[in-house]
T-cell receptor, first 114, second 109 residues
Framework: DTAVSQTPKYLVTQMGNDKSIKCEQN?????MYWYKQDSKKFLKIMFS???????INETVPNRFSPKSPDKAHLNLHINSLELGDSAVYFC?????????????FGPGTRLTVT | AQRVTQPEKLLSVFKGAPVELKCNYS??????LFWYVQYSRQRLQLLLR??SRESIKGFTADLNKGETSFHLKKPFAQEEDSAMYYC???????????FGQGTTLQVKP
């Protein structure tokens, strides 16, 4: 059983387009996250939702908009894509932020903007 | 400032040699630290968390608050250990993870 899944796995698109990445978890967790892994493999948090409420919003351009329709889903919509948005985007989930709770990661979505 | 530093971008060792991947952190509070591993083209997986004080796949890591370090060690490296290793610090109650820059471990035959 896949715990955290993302679609699509690969996404190639042109500058200026709008695209979405979907994430679903079947672990019953109440918190979900989006991370960006850049070309140097550096991982940085972008957003987090707890029970459909936004709790973390790092310094991310407002072209990026997360949406959480329910606790099991956290989607990422990106408007007006730019070359610098090319990266691997990882979704993760956990049971709150309490001590000892690990985050489970999805397989990643490799976004290439041409 | 909350920060995690992994000073080595690449660590290359021969099979059977000891391994130590360094991690230093900066955090004003009681830190919670993790090591995550990413095998080639796979998702990140939790390897260790400091509060468990466990040994996974022969790896151990001890939190040293005096030196603000959480180095990952293994006495005898195996080829299958080759991967990217990330040290991460949990910040606050939101669960936000602050990652180090990552260290690629290359174990040569």
């Amino acid at each position: 059983d896949t715990a955290v899944s993302q679609t699509p796995k690969y996404l190639v698109t042109q500058m200026g387009n709008d695209k979405s990445i979907k994430c679903e978890q079947n672990l019953g967790h109440d918190t979900m996250y989006w991370y960006k892994q850049d070309s140097k493999k550096f991982l940085k948090i972008m957003f987090s939702y707890n029970n459909k409420e936004l709790i973390i919003n790092e310094t991310v351009p407002n072209r990026f908009s997360p949406k959480s329709p329910d606790k099991a889903h956290l989607n990422l919509h990106i408007n007006s894509l730019e070359l610098g948005d090319s990266a691997v985007y990882f979704c993760a989930s956990s049971q709150g932020g309490r001590r000892g709770r690990e985050q489970y990661f999805g397989p990643g979505t490799r976004l290439t903007v041409t | 400032a909350q920060r995690v530093t992994q000073p080595e971008k690449l660590l290359s060792v021969f099979k059977g040699a000891p391994v130590e991947l360094k991690c230093n952190y900066s955090y004003s509070g009681s830190p919670e630290l993790f090591w995550y591993v990413q095998y080639s083209r796979q998702r990140l997986q939790l390897l260790l968390r400091h509060i468990s004080r466990e040994s996974i796949k022969g790896f151990t890591a001890d939190l040293n608050k005096g030196e603000t370090s959480f180095h990952l060690k293994k006495p005898f490296a195996q080829e299958e250990d080759s991967a990217m290793y990330y040290c991460a610090l949990k910040s606050g109650n939101t669960g936000k993870l602050i990652f180090g820059q990552g260290t690629t471990l290359q174990v040569k035959p």
